[in-house]
């Protein structure tokens, strides 16, 4: 094999099982760190090895083999952390070293441990993305629009604050695993949300961190496959993600839903979603994910965005209102209810909800106003809602709507329009 | 590994009245017995909310001495406990079993130790 091959190879093995060994001997030796170091170091030996001596057939299996030996020959070389290796004598002097595929699958604790919540938001997902999803630190950079020295930063504080306070890599027991899994669902589920409408910047979406999640989550889903919320928030990443080759024109253009080309949908990712949805729901108590992917199944199975199942829509919201509580999801039942009884009857909700804080700076919350306002005729209202959600938004494609209705209600040309 | 619980109560010098519900000393000795009893306490003992007293040494070696607690907080630390455990999730969970964490708040925070850095 040529050299650049191997090295192709190694990259690939890399990429797809960076997460399980730095699970498996961040669990061993409890220390992420040396875990990085040693699979980085291992990494580098196959580099030199494979273009001499070929591939070896369990590509992982060796990798993790160099590593392991790797960690023992550190610690043996490092004083501070002598005392610890008595600890690990039986475990390194085990005979057999077994091979990848009989080796248990430790990328559960790692989750739990990036997704404590003893981090800070921002770093857990960041971890995540690092550890789990096995990015670069200047790729998880790029991917929250940050320069690479502070994500470097918030990535390598996190990491001492495991160390130093001793976060465990372990996998809370049954009693604690429905206080700690929403925490973890929650990181899975803002990194999607991260890639699928940035917070700022030129890109409506960016789709390498929406793939990352929806990654995450089949992982996560592999690990834990009797837990029906991680059912739930995959089948609603699959199920939003499926609109992606729709969601933007040729030229760059945000196109809403009521205008996006359904046949730009994935129909197999609507196919899994909606398998994934049913056994997400099947049983008693489905939670928050379960049920805002049957919202998103409803929308994905509708020819046309008039033909939606409003009354349908309109009634998860109120499952959704009463588990979990939200401005935000009185937000959207208010704009599903004029779906269904008309833009009066949303306005009359949009405006009951203007009271809350979170909501007046959304800029969502403006624009909806401003299209119900619209949609009544109001248009010097609807142009002051609009003008407000432009002061509150930093994606550009997003901008580019607002100014675009804004310009359609005060240029005086005919806004082709709902409604009226 | 041990970890620091300050236990933050409402400072009575705040100038706001202190909330209801504060803690009973019958609560407070269940948990003394039951992190006793569970042999992970290595100190700890309730603070004197009324009499503290800074000492600030400036930059020419003046030293100020002030009445009271160091900042104009509305929470003071008013005691404390030093617990040994085997990581964080275990401090959290006794923090969390302390009474004073359901009146103000219990900050966990690792010892120092030189040889970790």
């Known amino acids: 094999m040529s050299g650049e091959g191997a090295a192709g190879s190694v990259e690939a093995v890399f990429r797809e099982d960076r997460g399980r060994l730095l699970a498996l001997l961040a669990a061993r030796f409890g220390d992420l760190d040396l875990a990085e170091e040693v699979v980085s170091d291992a990494m580098e030996t196959a580099l030199e090895r494979w273009p001499v001596d070929g591939v070896p057939d369990r590509p992982p299996a060796w990798l993790l083999t160099v590593a392991r030996r790797k960690a023992l020959d550190r610690i043996r070389r490092d004083r501070v952390q002598a005392a610890r290796l008595a600890a690990l004598r039986v475990e390194a002097d085990r005979a057999a070293e077994p091979g990848f595929d009989d080796i248990p699958d430790e990328r559960l604790r790692l989750f739990f441990t990036c997704c404590h919540p003893a981090l800070p938001v921002e770093a857990r997902t960041a971890l995540m993305l690092r550890f789990l999803a096995g990015l670069t630190t200047p790729e998880v950079a790029r991917a929250f629009l940050v320069p690479t020295a502070t994500m470097a930063q918030r990535i390598v504080r996190a990491k001492r604050k495991i160390r130093d306070a001793r976060i465990p890599f372990r996998v809370p027991g049954p009693e604690e695993l429905p206080g700690r899994l929403p925490g973890v669902l929650r990181a899975v589920y803002l990194v999607f949300t991260e890639g699928y409408a940035a917070s ?75 398998r994934l949805v049913v056994a997400a729901l099947t049983g008693p108590g489905a939670g928050p994910y379960a049920v805002q992917a049957a919202i998103a199944a409803l929308h994905d199975e509708a020819v046309s965005f008039d033909d939606t199942d409003w009354p349908q829509i309109v009634a998860l919201y109120d499952v959704l209102l009463r588990i979990e509580p939200s401005p935000l999801v009185a937000l959207n039942r208010a704009v599903a209810v004029a779906m269904r009884d008309g833009p009066k009857a949303g306005l009359v909700l949009l405006d009951d909800l203007s009271g809350a804080a979170e909501l007046r700076r959304y800029h969502l919350f403006h624009a909806a106003r401003a299209d119900l306002l619209s949609r009544l005729g109001r248009r010097a209202e609807a142009a002051d809602a609009y003008r407000a959600a432009l002061a509150l938004t930093g994606n550009e494609p997003e901008r580019a709507t607002f100014q675009r209705k804004l310009t359609a209600l005060t240029g005086g040309s005919r806004e082709p329009g709902r409604g009226l | 590994m041990k970890y620091l619980l300050l236990i933050n109560t409402w400072s009575p010098e705040s100038g706001v009245e202190r909330p209801a519900g504060e803690p009973t000393v019958e609560e407070f000795m269940a948990f003394e017995k039951a992190v006793t009893d569970a042999g992970v306490k290595v100190d700890g003992q309730a603070l004197d909310l009324e009499h503290a007293t800074t000492v600030h040494v400036r930059g020419d070696g003046k030293r100020v001495v002030t009445d009271g607690p160091f900042a104009e907080t509305r929470e003071m630390v008013g005691g404390y406990y030093l617990i040994d455990v085997p990581d964080l999730d275990a401090a959290l969970d006794w923090a969390a079993r302390c009474p004073g964490a359901r009146y103000g708040t219990v900050q966990v925070r690792t010892v120092w130790e030189p040889d970790a850095a």
């Open chain 1, 200 to 274: 700022s910047g030129d890109g409506l979406m960016r789709p390498g961190l929406a793939d990352e999640a929806v990654r995450l989550a089949r992982i996560l889903d592999g690990l834990l496959p009797g837990e029906r919320e991680v059912k739930g928030l995959l089948a609603l990443l699959v199920l939003t993600d499926a609109r992606r080759a729709a969601r933007v024109d040729a030229a760059g253009n945000q196109v809403l839903l009521e205008d996006q080309d359904r046949t730009l949908w994935d129909a197999g990712l609507i196919a899994e979603g909606r």
